[in-house]
């Protein structure tokens, strides 16, 4: 699964006119449990100035760390995006109906309601430098992917490649993992997740 730096620099960009407020939906979120942003960001673990630019929509949260904070809470990242998931039952998606998980130099975009279904599938873009983050992710899942257009460094436990269109991964998720665009051109990926990570 993709995320990226947990300093909130990741994520993507939907050029569709319903985006997601992830900023006011923390904001909601965090009041309904009667939490101060202070309080939420020490419960995290993560400085409170982070909660305050998510919430501002200063900055945008990786997926990692958006997580990160709701576990704090125990409240499902599933059931933060509820609000902008397509019905259960539908079975054909437009370009404009995937669901945004991530916007910035990282775009994550789901298609369908993952808690619905065994398996997870993304449409993945990433501009020239984007990533993961510093952190390898691990999770207990498989996963895999190819590579649509330009170029993408994947690290795999003490593995490093670079995929180029056409070529494709498929791994074992429990191994420290990070991805990573070092090319110029924007990167595009279509990958799968199972079970669903997030």
Known sequence: MHATDDAGKTVAQNDTENQFDVGDRLRLVRQSYGLSQRALAVKAGVTHSLVSLIEKNKVSPSV??????????????????????????QIFFRADELTPLSKGPLTLLQVGDAKSHSVQIFHEFYEPGADTGETMLAHEA?????????????????????LKRGDAYLFNSRLPHRYRNIGTERCEVVSAVTPPYL
């Open 64 to 89: 990692a760390s958006l997580k990160k904070i709701l576990e704090a809470i125990n409240y499902p990242l599933t059931d933060f995006f509820a609000l902008s998931l397509p019905p259960v039952d």
């Open 142 to 162: 498989e996963e895999g992917g190819v590579v649509v257009a330009g170029e993408l460094e994947v690290t795999v436990g003490s593995q490093t490649r670079i």
